[in-house]
């Protein structure tokens, strides 16, 4: 699949459009409307995480092809601080912003497949993908 | 985009129309919690049927404009959470507990209703 595109991140309306984005090749890809849902909610909470942490970044999405499966990869990156304890932030209510905590935890829960690789001080990419899902709606 | 904010009798109803950023929706809290004292308003009816997401940014503010709402002596019900947003709000994690919810603007106008007549019984 061809369709990829990058959103750059830098301040709240691009939050809007990462989303909008993502929902849009989410349906192209042939996710339903729940789904279409559930990924754009995820890139939301991760696409808001890249602007509070490290300020700027990126989202990039395109469709995948996996044998007869077909899905959605969403890559979140940024060149921030960094996490210091991936499985720390990836726990419910966890925040060191003063906001609710649900970001990470939430985004893994909504995705089929979820990755985070960072490193302290030179920033940290978040790979999630969302397979569609076959014999029932 | 601003979410334009209707007056009627003593209820405000924000109606809104489009996708928002984290600053329209802060800018819509500000909105609502001065009008309830500007108008005397006693019920507040937010309308988020045009939302086809709401993320924890979204959900904590209505819950804000919900309790700030409240102080100011204005019952807050949010109205049109369509089902798919419900779906991933839950799965989110996103609740919007203590925070009254309808339907539909209709559902919600029968809500504040009955809420204000509560209070006329109580004296």
């Not at chain 1, 499985?87 to 060191?96: E, I, N, R």
Request: charged content about 25%.
């Amino acid at each position: 699949m061809a369709d990829e595109s990058t959103v750059p991140i830098r301040s709240d309306v691009d939050i809007v459009s990462a989303r909008q984005k993502g929902r849009e090749l989410a349906a192209d890809c042939g996710f339903e409307m729940g789904d279409q849902t559930v990924i754009a909610a995820a890139i939301s909470e991760i696409a808001r995480n890249i602007l509070m942490y490290a300020k700027r970044g990126e989202i990039r999405f395109r469709g995948l092809a996996d044998g007869d499966r077909q899905g959605i990869v969403v890559v979140a990156e940024d060149q921030g601080p960094g996490i210091r304890d991936v499985s720390l932030a990836l726990q419910d209510g966890f925040s060191t912003s003063g906001g609710l905590g649900l970001g990470l935890p939430g985004a893994r829960r909504l995705m089929d497949e979820f990755d985070v690789a960072s490193e302290p001080g030179r920033g940290t990419t978040i790979t999630m993908k969302k397979w569609i899902r076959r014999g029932h709606a | 985009m601003e979410v334009p904010i209707l007056k009627q009798g003593d209820y405000l109803i924000a109606s809104i129309q489009s996708a928002l950023t984290d600053a329209d929706l802060s800018q819509l809290r500000e909105a609502l919690v001065e009008r309830v004292g500007r108008f005397r308003s006693r019920g507040v009816i937010v309308d988020v049927t045009a939302l086809d997401v709401m993320d924890s940014f979204a959900v904590r503010t209505l819950r804000d404009i919900a309790h700030m709402a409240r102080l100011r002596g204005a019952e807050t019900v949010i109205v049109g959470i369509q089902p798919e947003v419900a779906f991933a709000m839950v799965q989110l994690g996103l609740t919007l507990k203590g925070v009254a919810t309808a339907l539909d603007l209709e559902e919600g106008l029968i809500f504040l209703n009955r809420r204000g007549k509560e209070r006329v019984d109580r004296g």
